[in-house]
């Protein structure tokens, strides 16, 4: 399997507050397209990987990490893992790590297409994702809002 070629590679975001199934939808897509074309990245699973005890703390604490750090990892285990597909879950989930993917994206794995499937199954969780979503689509992501059980 060769690598993927810069500009070659479609990110897919899932989006939603707890519970909704983004977990459960992301690697059902990461088994269907396949696991030598795809690139699961679940955000908390990098992060515990880190073996940094500050950030192992942080996360059994229920603390946010700060975006530096979550940036810093996803974007350096995405680069050495790329793939054709990458499947984020769990990032990004603030306007700073938006932005960011917008940013620092294309630049690091020359991103071609992004595309948000927004979970949410209410309007008052997805005024929360509105601005992660907001970041994304001006910076070209298209958005797909599908409801929870569909």
Known sequence: MRPPKRKDVQVVIFMGPKGVGRK???????NRIG????LLVEAAEVLREQNSRHINRQIQAR???PDSKVNRAIGRYVERNAKHVVILE??????????????????????KKVFIVDLSPDSKARARVAPVITSLTSAGAQHLAIKPGN
């Open 24 to 30: 459960e939808h992301s690697r059902r897509l990461h």
């Open 35 to 38: 696991k030598e074309k795809s």
């Open 63 to 65: 603390e946010l990490v």
């Open 90 to 111: 769990g990032f990004p989930r603030t306007e700073e790590q938006a932005r960011f993917l917008s940013e620092e994206g294309p630049a690091l794995l020359g991103v």
